[in-house]
């Protein structure tokens, strides 16, 4: 038995890899570079586990009405090392002080990206800032549910489909997941590691250095004008950051996202972790006092688990109550367009390689280009809200409707 029938409903979570009880499923790369559950089917005994742990096939319902509050962190240098407020450092702070654990995705020592488990700050520290690559889970979900069983408090953060597959595993365990704390983010989708090694492999050929440090999202210039710094062997400054050819206008155009992506069913206010972080774009609007361009966190409370997070929380942070239509963004309500030259996109790296469409695609499309530009312009005006709703009238309810 498959554990998937097609990949648009496969996030690659591994729920199904965990729960196997005859262990004949092993995950195993596409050329797209994205992990899948493969089957040894002559070992397969039909038991369906697979099927049932799914997140896609069987998501645990929550309903909830959602608490919001806009907060960033007190210590100015832990909000310059994060993406957004500093609030998932106040959190596994926390976490880390009560004796638990944390789980989250960092760069290995040849940055690749993986979950990973912490102890001790130094090892939390590396969880901190955004990752625009699909972490690689691995034997995670097996163990949480030791440290579970062992009495320990777990805190897991990943995206909202690792988070429902992390349930669904620990519900067929029947595992007490009293002391788990689940943490997502709003996702904009997961993109593709096997471009993300070759855009590795690619700045090391193109500065001639090794590389040994990557953010994401460097605020030197602004929160809200944030780019990529990358620091190689031989320090040169003139080099550090990555404009042109960036990773991020590949990660922007989404042709390198994932396809379950497109047809995600957690795109909602309607969450399954406990405490869903993110980038609260409208503070300029909704409460200018807190803008200050250092960041500040939209902090979505979905249990009481979460509310009892951030009142654990919150003497550590700058915070205001706020409400679900201040700290919107389109994926909340919506999963992203899948763009039409997607299949243009890996035909074209499977032709003529990754440095073809590194020059080709990594300025940006017209399309990401315009909405780059735009984008800044409506949040100013006021407008960013409406126009993703019109947006998403248009494209997003659309796609949503075909998945």
Excluded at 194 to 221: A, D, G, M, P
Excluded at 249 to 267: D, E
Excluded at 366 to 383: E, F, H, N, W, Y
């Amino acid at each position: 038995m498959n554990a998937y029938d097609q990949k648009t409903k496969c996030c690659g979570c591994t729920a199904c890899l965990n729960a196997c009880p005859q262990k004949v499923i092993i995950m195993q790369a596409d050329p797209e570079g994205f992990l899948y559950p493969q089957t040894d089917e002559e070992a397969c005994i039909d038991c369906g586990i697979c099927k049932k742990v799914c997140p896609f096939q069987n998501s645990l319902p929550k309903k909830n009405e959602p608490i919001v509050f806009a907060a960033k962190h007190k210590d100015p240098e832990i909000l310059e090392a994060s993406s957004s407020g500093g609030v998932f450092t106040a959190i596994s702070d926390f976490i880390l002080k009560s004796c638990g654990v944390v789980y989250g995705v960092a760069f290995d020592e040849s940055f690749n990206v993986c979950h990973q488990r912490a102890q001790t700050l130094d090892q939390r520290d590396k969880f901190r800032g955004s990752k625009y690559v699909q972490s690689n889970l691995d034997d995670t979900f097996d163990k949480i549910a030791r440290d579970l069983q062992n009495g320990l408090i777990v805190l897991f953060t990943g995206t909202p489909c690792q988070c429902a597959g992390l349930r669904n595993y620990l519900a067929f365990l029947n595992c007490n997941c009293e002391n788990l704390y689940l943490c997502d983010f709003i996702c904009h989708g997961v993109s593709s590691p096997i471009i993300w090694r070759k855009y590795v492999e690619f700045l090391e050929h193109k500065y001639q250095q090794r590389l040994e440090y990557f953010t994401f999202r460097s605020k030197e210039k602004g929160w809200s004008n944030f780019c990529i710094y990358a620091r190689f062997a031989k320090e040169n400054n003139d080099r550090n950051y990555i404009t042109k050819y960036s990773y991020l206008n590949l990660y922007s155009s989404l042709c390198i996202t994932r396809p379950s992506c497109f047809n995600c069913i957690f795109a909602s206010y309607n969450r399954i972790a406990d405490i869903t972080l993110g980038d609260f774009w409208n503070i300029g609007n909704s409460k200018p006092h807190m803008d200050d361009d250092k960041g500040t966190s939209s902090v979505i409370i979905s249990s009481q688990k979460g509310l009892y997070l951030f009142d654990a929380i919150k003497n550590d942070l700058i915070w205001e109550q706020s409400n679900p239509a201040d700290c919107w963004q389109p994926h909340l309500e919506y999963p992203p367009v899948e763009p039409k030259g997607r299949d243009k996109f890996w035909d074209e790296y499977n032709r003529y390689g990754f440095d073809y469409v590194m020059q080709k695609y990594g300025k940006g499309t017209a399309s990401s280009r315009i909405i780059r530009t735009l984008t800044p312009l409506l949040k100013k005006a006021g407008l960013y809200r409406f126009a993703g709703k019109v947006y998403g009238t248009i494209f997003g309810r659309n796609a949503k409707a075909k998945g």
